[in-house]
């Protein structure tokens, strides 16, 4: 379920961010969603109980190390920002496009990276 989700929300990113007059910030949040979803469903394949957080850094060093280093490598921090500074005002600069279109190629890279290593899990598994 985790993973479908993820690939919901990402897929309202993406039309949300086709849409005239989008609002930026809410692609940035349905971007940081999908990629906090991707996360806790490899969490879940590990079988690690996905905690109430949203910083994906964290999320992703509870897994083993090889996976938190691939997940690491994508500039996850660049999208958790979006947890916070895309449901709450506070003195920080409002997300432009540009910041849509690079939170929407992150989540894609995350759950790229994701389903590859549950596609590797599940090989291991019937191997």
């Not at 910083?55 to 997940?71: F, K, V």
């Amino acid at each position: 379920m985790w993973l479908r989700w993820a690939s919901e929300d990402l897929v309202m990113a993406e039309r949300a961010h086709q849409m005239e007059g989008f609002v930026p910030r809410g692609v940035c949040l349905w971007s940081h969603q999908s990629g906090e979803k991707a996360v806790k469903a490899l969490l879940v394949a590990y079988d690690i109980d996905p905690p109430k957080q949203h910083d994906l850094a964290r999320l992703a060093l509870r897994l083993p190390a090889s996976a938190a280093d691939a997940l690491l490598a994508i500039d996850v921090d660049e999208l958790s920002r979006w947890a916070i500074e895309g449901r709450y005002p506070a003195d920080l600069d409002e997300a432009q496009e540009a910041d849509a279109t690079r939170a929407i190629q992150l989540a894609g890279d995350v759950l790229r990276f994701v389903r590859s290593l549950l596609d590797e899990l599940t090989d291991g598994i019937g191997a």
